[in-house]
C-alpha cells in the first residue's frame, strides 16, 4: 500500500467537506441579495415611486380662495403650479368688497418651489412662492367696475402626511402683496367711473393652505 494513501473514512470526510464549502459559495450570493433587499430603505423605495403629486385646497373656501395645483420632483425638491378661484374666498370677500361690491371672476395663479427635510415628498418643508392676482369688483349701484392686479411673493413652511397613495399637507406662508395696476371703468349704462379710482390693497399677507393630494 502507498505512503500516500487514505482510508475509506477519510475519502468520504473529504467529500462531505467539499459537497458543502460548493453549496456555502452557491448559495452565499442568494443570501447576500435577500439581505440587502430586507435593508433597503423604505423611504428610499417611496421617492423612487413618487414623481409628483396633483393637490386641492378647500381651505381656501375660508380664506383667498379654493386653490386646485398639479406638484412635480421627487426625493427632497419639488416644484407646483396652482390657480386660484378668488372670488370664492370668505376673507377675500370681507377685505376687498365694500357696500354695493360684488366680485366678478377674479382668480390667482403661482409657482411654488419647495425642499422637503426628508425623502420620498413628504414630512417637514420649507419653501418659496409667488402668485399673481387679478381681481374684478363690479358696483351695479354706481355701475362701474374696478379691476387690480397683484403679485405676491412668500416664504411657506409646513407639514405634509402621506396616507398611502394620498396626503394631507398643512402650511403657512408670510409675504407681501404689491398692487401692479389698477383700473375703473363704466359698466354698460355707466358714466361716472372717472370719478372713481381704484384702492391700493398692497399690504403684508398672510395666508394658510390644507392642501388633500394624491401621488403619482
Known sequence: MSAFSRSPGAQRSVQIGVALATLAVITSPVGNAAAASSDADPAATASEARHGSAFVDPLGFALFGPRLGVELGGGRLSVAAS??????GLLARSLFLGTGDEFAFSYGAGLRARYYLAD???GAHLGLAAEYLHTRIDNLGELVSTRSSYLVPYA???YRLPLGAFYGDASAGLGYAARLSGSVENLPGGNSASQFAAQNQSSVYATA???LGLYF
Not at 390657480?83 to 370664492?88: D, L, S, V
Open 83 to 88: 390657480a386660484r378661484w378668488f372670488n370664492a
Open 120 to 122: 420620498a415628498l413628504a
Open 156 to 158: 411657506e413652511a409646513g
Open 209 to 211: 393652505s390644507l392642501d
